[in-house]
Nanobody, 122 residues
């Protein structure tokens, strides 16, 4: 089970850190990712991290603003977001892949959290 937290209402330019806690099993051998789904739009991947944390992937829109990280001792995954924009408003989800490697396709992810809402006001 994956549980996201840390969402909320912030202003443009602010920073926010999302956390994803894994329970019931460890995900230390799973690649992990953060996705988001803006209102009325499809879900998109934002960032992915390999099981050992040695490799990361970001979509261009968030590169340089968002940082994905993980703490396998705590069974946690994080998404540090800075310079937030109104267009970052979305429901944010963490997910785990069956593969320990970077994966960018949504269908590669088989465990999903319930999501946490991030709203960025202008």
């Amino acid at each position: 089970r994956l549980v996201e937290s840390g969402g909320g209402l912030v202003q443009a330019g602010d920073s926010l850190r999302l956390s994803c806690a894994a329970s019931g099993r460890t995900f230390t051998t799973n690649g992990m990712a953060w996705f988001r789904q803006p209102p009325g739009k499809e879900r998109e991947i934002l960032a992915s991290i390999s099981a050992n944390g040695g490799s990361t992937y970001y979509i261009d829109r968030v590169k340089g603003r968002f940082t994905i990280s993980r703490d396998n001792l705590k069974n946690m995954v994080y998404l540090e977001m800075s310079s937030l924009k109104p267009e970052d408003t979305a429901e944010y989800f963490c997910a785990a892949s069956q593969s320990p490697l970077i994966r960018v396709g949504e269908t590669q992810y088989i465990y999903w959290g319930q999501g946490t809402q991030v709203t960025v006001s202008s």
